[in-house]
T-cell receptor, first 115, second 113 residues
Framework: GAGVSQSPSNKVTEKGKDVELRCDPI?????LYWYRQRLGQGLEFLIYFQGNSAPDKSGLPSDRFSAERTGESVSTLTIQRTQQEDSAVYLCASSLNSGGRYEQYFGPGTRLTVT | GNSVTQMEGPVTLSEEAFLTINCTYTATGYPSLFWYVQYPGEGLQLLLK?????DKGSNKGFEATYRKETTSFHLEKGSVQVSDSAVYFC????????????FGQGTILTVHP
């Protein structure tokens, strides 16, 4: 079946603008995760959804970042008033989280550049 | 908190050489351990996993054994190929089988013919 998809693949925006990043998880996967990868740094966890609720938002770096998930499917990560330090690749992952299947499968990422 | 430390790269090898990429971790409870690989221009892919002590994960000729006594999960391959050139990430989920992954910094591997 199809893997995790993300859109757009690339986004260039001006400082101060808002952006929305979209993630479509693997069908049937109840868990969804957002991470970011800044140049020269490792992957940072942002937020975790189980179904439509978010039991762990501990990685969101500021109140400019928010995310939602609807219908146990699509998730949107919104960054308001973007700053240059927000430039990164934003990765989404999903997992089944049942029957011993907890491994996460990643999408191709959205490369965000804030000018 | 949880943390993962990988050997610093880049690592450069000739084809058919033996590969080891060291990974050690700090975590509470009983984490699950993973190796992910990112080939040039591609997304992050799960390479192998181990969910309890002494488990050995293996895939595509790569192996890693969950060593609780040394808190390590070193990645090995007996004979690397040019196509193994990629960035390798060690990761764990802490305490439970699900939840956020904590990643190491990544190790760049380049294999020359």
């Amino acid at each position: 079946g199809a893997g995790v998809s993300q859109s757009p693949s690339n986004k260039v925006t001006e400082k101060g603008k808002d952006v929305e990043l979209r993630c479509d998880p693997i069908s049937g996967h109840t868990a969804l995760y957002w991470y970011r990868q800044r140049l020269g740094q490792g992957l940072e966890f942002l937020i975790y959804f189980q179904g439509n609720s978010a039991p762990d938002k501990s990685g969101l770096p500021s109140d400019r970042f928010s995310a939602e998930r609807t219908g146990e499917s699509v998730s949107t990560l919104t960054i308001q008033r973007t700053q240059q330090e927000d430039s990164a690749v934003y990765l989404c992952a999903s997992s089944l989280n049942s029957g011993g299947r907890y491994e996460q499968y990643f999408g191709p990422g959205t490369r965000l550049t804030v000018t | 908190g949880n943390s993962v430390t990988q050997m610093e790269g880049p690592v450069t090898l000739s084809e058919e050489a033996f590969l080891t990429i060291n990974c050690t971790y700090t975590a509470t409870g009983y984490p699950s351990l993973f190796w992910y690989v990112q080939y040039p221009g591609e997304g992050l892919q799960l390479l192998l996993k181990a969910t309890k002590a002494d488990d050995k994960g293996s895939n595509k000729g790569f192996e890693a054994t969950y060593r609780k006594e040394t808190t390590s999960f070193h990645l090995e391959k007996g004979s690397v190929q040019v196509s193994d050139s990629a960035v390798y990430f060690c990761a764990l989920t802490g305490g439970t089988s699900y939840g956020k992954l904590t990643f190491g910094q990544g190790t760049i591997l380049t294999v020359h013919p």
